[in-house]
């Protein structure tokens, strides 16, 4: 049985990537419209996309983390007090979209073996120099999650991931396969309940359950986010919105 959270990655009533260079919302207007556009026909998505955005975020790499501290972004934060509070020594954790490595930071202390991917080098490399991490990848989450056997896992963070994904079945089914019983999963996500009423969007993204917002990030609902949760078998205890 697995441990869902939703952290609310949202600041001040606005998400976090309505403030986020221009180049970068470029990109991430790519990748939306592309996974939109899969969903509605028979082809692939294309797998050069990942790539693209690898490229971008490598040149963000180096001030990244000042943009977060900039952003008040305060996930990593929330995660440290979720995990003093758990009081738990996890064996093996998994940083999904690891980035530059905020999340590993404050995960280190909590773990025997700290594991992460990103698809930026850029972002791994600087990552990397933190040397906190036992194992580090540029890949993407799903294909990262496929390399462990099953049941390995005991704790996945996926901080800032979901965003850009839009539906995450096939990364929660992943998540399922790779984790052990009892497993925990964190994941960041805007609340589209509350984009819905900032941005006066149309009722019908609420009952989908996601939404492409106008910072070309998507928001997800809690009730989509424990749904798909329930069809991976990933039994959802608590949804947590901060």
């Given at each position: 049985n697995a441990y869902l959270s939703r952290l609310s990655s949202t600041q001040n009533g606005r998400g976090v990537g309505e403030e986020l260079?221009?180049?970068?919302?470029?990109?991430?207007?790519?990748?939306?419209?592309?996974?939109?556009?899969?969903?509605?026909?028979?082809?692939?998505?294309?797998?050069?996309?990942?790539?693209?955005?690898?490229?971008?975020?490598?040149?963000?790499?180096?001030?990244?983390?000042?943009?977060?501290?900039?952003?008040?972004?305060?996930?990593?934060?929330?995660?440290?007090?979720w995990a003093s509070a758990r009081q738990t020594r996890w064996k093996r954790v998994a940083d999904l979209g690891c980035g530059t490595g905020l999340m590993g930071k404050v995960l280190r202390d909590s773990c025997d073996r700290l594991a992460g991917c990103d698809i930026s080098p850029g972002m791994v490399l600087t990552a990397s120099q933190l040397g906190i991490y036992d194992e580090l990848r540029v890949q993407d989450c799903c294909a990262?999650?496929?390399?462990?056997?099953?049941?390995?896992?005991?704790?996945?963070?996926?901080?800032?991931?979901?965003?850009?994904?839009?539906?995450?079945?096939?990364?929660?089914?992943?998540?399922?396969?790779?984790?052990?019983?009892?497993?925990?999963?964190?994941?960041?996500?805007?609340?589209?309940?509350?984009?819905?009423?900032?941005?006066a969007l149309n009722g019908d993204c609420c009952a989908k359950g996601?939404?492409?917002l106008p910072s070309e990030r998507f928001a997800h609902t809690a009730a989509y986010l424990q749904a798909a949760a329930g069809i991976a078998g990933l039994e959802t205890q608590t949804v947590v919105a901060l």
């Open positions: 260079p221009g180049k970068l919302r470029q990109v991430y207007h790519a990748i939306a419209v592309g996974v939109i556009e899969a969903e509605g026909s028979d082809e692939e998505p294309d797998p050069m996309a990942p790539l693209e955005v690898g490229r971008v975020f490598d040149a963000y790499s180096g001030s990244y983390d000042a943009s977060m501290q900039t952003l008040q972004y305060s996930v990593p934060d929330k995660v440290s007090a990262f999650l496929e390399s462990y056997p099953k049941g390995s896992l005991d704790l996945v963070i996926a901080a800032d991931v979901v965003e850009y994904i839009g539906d995450v079945a096939k990364l929660f089914d992943r998540v399922a396969s790779a984790m052990c019983t009892g497993g925990e999963l964190i994941v960041s996500a805007e609340s589209l309940e509350e984009s819905c009423k900032q941005h996601f939404c492409l």
